[in-house]
């Protein structure tokens, strides 16, 4: 049987256990030089740290980031001894920068994008259905894909929603990619049950799951794999099969 690569979560745990179990002794009996801030032992810290440990033991790591998010917020507000009232007004100063980041984001996927279509040999432009690009910016854009080569697409949502339905769609042979960015909004693939698919889409804020009903006798097929690449923020998505 293969082994995962992925850290085991009951040795995690324990480890987190027995650092803090003994840190607390040595201080109960004095023999520690030192002690450590209150807020490091706190609330805020165990969210962070079971967001950790969902990031590096689960697959769907969207729970975990959360976690991170929520108790890094309320942590700083500790550590700079202000509320969180304060911490709001002070990051709202630098609100333009957002838009700074998700444009720079975009150029460099773009650029990632293009370097791996020139090496490959392949541009989008060369079939409408094999590769295609869905854009939805405040609304909705729906698509139904026949090609029986289908070789990968781009889905872009920003404050609004993609649909891609992949039903009546073949995949062509290797390796493919859906690159998927969605901000304030949402992407829905749908593709067959069988189809062999890894995916690997960073949620920040939100989530994206994979909701088929994979029969209990399905085995992928390993010359063909689709993989759903790419970052959702404050947004989500999900793969289903109708």
Same mark, same amino acid.
Request: a negative charge; aromatic letters at 10%; glycine letters at 10%.
């Given at each position: ?14 480890? %987190? ?15 520690? /030089? ?13 969210? +962070? ?20 998010? #929520? ?18 007004? !002070?990051?709202?100063?630098?609100? /333009? ?23 490959? @040999?392949?541009?989008?432009? !060369? ?5 295609? !690009? ?23 949502? +920003?404050?609004? &929603?993609?649909? %891609? ?19 304030? &909004?949402?992407?829905? %693939? ?6 062999? #698919? ?5 949620? %920040? ?8 009903? +994979? ?9 063909? !794999? ?10 989500? @998505? ?5």
């Amino acid at each position: 049987m293969a082994q995962s690569n992925r850290p085991d979560s009951r040795f995690l745990i324990g480890f %987190i256990f027995v650092v803090v179990g003994a840190y607390l002794l040595l201080v109960n009996l004095d023999l520690l /030089p030192f002690t450590l801030p209150d807020y490091i032992l706190s609330w805020k810290t165990l969210l +962070i740290a079971i967001g950790l440990l969902i990031v590096a033991t689960r697959e769907n790591k969207g729970g975990g980031i959360t976690l991170i998010a #929520v108790g890094g917020i309320f942590l700083v507000t500790d550590i700079l001894n202000i509320t969180f009232g304060e911490l709001i007004r !002070e990051v709202w100063l630098f609100w /333009p920068a957002v838009f700074i980041i998700i444009g720079l984001a975009l150029i460099l996927r773009r650029s990632r994008e293009k370097k791996t279509e020139d090496e490959d @040999g392949f541009r989008p432009n !060369e079939s409408a259905d094999d590769y295609t !690009e869905i854009t939805a910016i405040v609304g909705g854009n729906n698509k139904v894909i026949y090609s029986q080569s289908f070789r990968g697409a781009r889905l872009t949502a +920003i404050l609004g &929603g993609v649909d %891609i339905n992949l039903i009546n769609a073949r995949l062509a042979p290797g390796r493919h990619e859906i690159d998927v960015f969605a901000l304030f &909004g949402g992407c829905t %693939i749908i593709i067959p049950n069988d189809w062999n #698919v890894k995916l690997d889409v960073t949620p %920040i804020v939100g989530g994206f799951e994979d909701k088929r009903s +994979i029969p209990q006798s399905y085995v992928a097929n390993a010359d063909t !794999e689709l993989i759903i690449r790419g970052v959702v923020i404050f947004g989500g @998505g999900e793969i289903k099969s109708s």
